[in-house]
C-alpha cells in the first residue's frame, strides 16, 4: 500500500530534470548528445556496415558559436569515455569519433558534422 507521503516523493523524483536522459542525441549514435542549440533531422544519419566495422556520418546545424561547439564536446564527450586525440578527434574503446564544425556566415549558423568509424590500428 502506497502512503500519500511516498507517492509525492517519487512525483516529485519523476519531476527532476534529468540531463543525460532529457538531451537530444546526434542521430544514428547513442552514445553522442548534440550541443545545445543544434538540431538535427532524426531521419539525418547515414549508417552503413564496412568490412572493418559499423560508420555513422550525420549533420547538424544551429545558431550557436563555433567555440561553444567545440567546448561543449572537450567538456562532455570525456565524461561520456570519450578520450580526446585532437579537439576534432575522440576515442573510444574501438570507434573513432571525427566532429568538423564549420561557421555558415551565409545562414548566420554552424554545421557540425559527426563522423564515427571503428578505430584505425596503431
Known amino acids: 500500500m ?3 507521503i511516498a507517492a509525492a516523493l517519487l512525483a516529485g523524483l519523476l519531476a527532476l530534470p534529468c540531463p543525460a536522459l ?3 542525441m546526434v542521430p544514428g549514435m547513442d552514445n553522442v548528445p548534440l550541443a545545445p542549440g543544434l538540431t538535427a533531422p532524426p531521419d539525418a544519419a ?3 556496415d564496412a568490412p572493418g566495422g559499423r560508420q555513422v556520418e550525420a549533420e547538424a546545424t544551429g545558431a550557436v558559436a563555433v567555440e561553444q561547439v567545440r567546448a561543449f564536446y ?3 564527450l570525456p565524461q561520456l569515455g570519450w ?3 585532437t579537439p576534432a578527434r575522440y576515442r573510444r574503446e574501438m570507434m573513432q569519433l571525427d566532429i ?3 561557421p555558415d556566415p551565409m ?3 554552424t554545421a557540425v558534422l559527426f563522423m564515427l568509424m571503428p ?3 596503431p
Open 22 to 24: 532529457a538531451a537530444d
Open 83 to 85: 578520450t580526446m586525440v
Open 107 to 109: 545562414r548566420r549558423q
Open 2 to 4: 502506497k502512503t500519500p
Open 100 to 102: 568538423t564544425i564549420q
Open 74 to 76: 572537450a567538456a562532455t
Open 119 to 121: 578505430q584505425a590500428a
Open 46 to 48: 547515414l549508417v552503413y
